[in-house]
């Protein structure tokens, strides 16, 4: 057993690229342009919901090969999200010592049944067993009261719901995971919640619908099936906050190649982070500009910094080569502790402002 701090293994997770990741094919996203709301949500679905589905459990080919590559740091550690407390692994599906597979959208949620979201490893992530447990069908929150655990990497607690007039149970990670598990919740609820047209996926079929029949499943309070938003206006504020205040890391990055190599989809918000802001955030209503977007993997995104949102994409596309027509190179480069991005000698903000 083994205490291990999270930024420990940061420090090396950008040498270690998961080199046969599967790489977004060109274009992959370009069809999403121009939509919003409901039909660019249904679009996104569209991309995602038929994938490779692992077999769940131990073993080779099953869900634990998976975390293998997707959840391992560089010391062989398998990276838990839930607790401090990390375990070595040293063989391609092997169970890490005391953990269990943790469903981080409870399963019960959808009714139970071991279906694609079941198996689906964007939300899948070893855990804790204790923590696990205390942990149980809850949703995300900031707990304010009725503390029931604390692992150092998770709380859990009571709400109040002024609304409903209930106090109900939800569950808090780190800062430094907050962003990771609103951006799993956006997949499964883009992957599994309702077409563009409004038909239920057949995930949800079994509660036509995520399930609301009972005060004891977190998803009655986290979840509404009156559109394609999904989820109940207070924890839509929680995830889209979340996803502001933790940007994509590259620990996010690599896990999502890995599995992407598995299932053979994609985590759009975590591709293209500003994603969410047309569907949950300030930009709902409006038509996609893709223009604006920049991916994880483009030069000028800004690992664990960048939003995904760029204010000027002509300021920089096209400025690699410079008045004599000969490549400029562009750089990062930080100047009197601000990052900036350099094309030959010209200063560009990161939002693509011209700094000099």
């Known amino acids: 057993m083994k205490t291990h701090k999270f930024f420990l293994s940061c420090l090396l997770l950008c040498t270690c690229a998961f080199l046969s990741a599967e790489d977004?094919?060109?274009?992959?996203?370009?069809?999403?342009?121009?939509?919003?709301?409901?039909e660019?949500?249904?679009y996104l679905k569209s991309l995602i919901r038929n994938h490779t589905s692992m077999e769940y459990g131990s073993g080779l080919g099953h869900t634990w090969e998976v975390f293998y590559y997707s959840d391992r740091d560089e010391e062989g550690y398998m990276m838990d999200m839930y607790c401090d407390d990390w375990y070595k692994v040293t063989t391609p599906g092997q169970v890490a010592t005391g953990c269990n597979i943790e469903h981080s959208f409870a399963k019960s949620w959808w009714g139970g049944g071991k279906n694609d979201a079941y198996k689906d490893c964007y939300h899948l992530n070893p855990s804790n067993g204790t923590a696990n447990s205390s942990r149980s069908n809850y949703p995300l929150?900031?707990?304010?009261?009725?503390?029931?655990?604390n692992t150092g990497s998770l709380k859990v607690g009571k709400i109040h719901h002024d609304a409903l007039n209930m106090d109900f149970y939800v569950f808090e990670p780190k800062d430094e995971y907050k962003g990771d598990f609103a951006r799993?919740?956006?997949?499964?609820?883009?992957?599994y919640g309702r077409y563009a047209d409004g038909t239920i996926d057949d995930v949800c079929s079994k509660h036509n619908g995520w399930r609301l029949d009972n005060k004891d499943v977190g998803s009655k309070f986290a979840m509404q099936?009156?559109?394609?938003?999904?989820?109940?206006?207070?924890?839509?504020?929680?995830?889209?906050?979340w996803h502001r205040m933790d940007p994509v890391s590259e620990k996010e990055i690599k896990r999502a190649d890995a599995v992407s190599d598995f299932q053979h989809n994609r985590n759009p918000f975590i591709d293209y982070p500003?994603?969410?802001?047309?569907?949950w955030g300030e930009r709902a209503g409006q038509l996609l500009d893709m223009s604006h977007l920049i991916?994880?993997?483009d030069s000028r995104f800004v690992v664990g910094e960048s939003n995904g949102w760029i204010d000027n994409p002509s300021a920089i596309d096209g400025l690699a080569a410079d008045a004599t027509g000969k490549s400029a190179r562009i750089t990062k480069v930080v100047i009197d502790g601000k990052l900036y991005i350099l094309v030959g000698k010209t200063r560009y903000t990161l939002t693509g402002q011209k700094a000099d």
Request: aromatic content about 18%; overall charge negative.
């Open 295 to 297: 991916s994880s993997t």
């Open 141 to 149: 929150g900031v707990p304010v009261k009725d503390f029931k655990s």
């Open 225 to 241: 099936n009156d559109n394609y938003l999904e989820f109940q206006p207070w924890e839509q504020e929680v995830l889209i906050q």
């Open 274 to 279: 500003y994603l969410a802001e047309y569907i």
């Open 40 to 42: 660019l949500k249904g």
């Open 184 to 191: 799993a919740y956006f997949y499964m609820a883009t992957c």
């Open 24 to 38: 977004m094919t060109p274009g992959f996203y370009d069809n999403a342009d121009g939509k919003k709301d409901a």
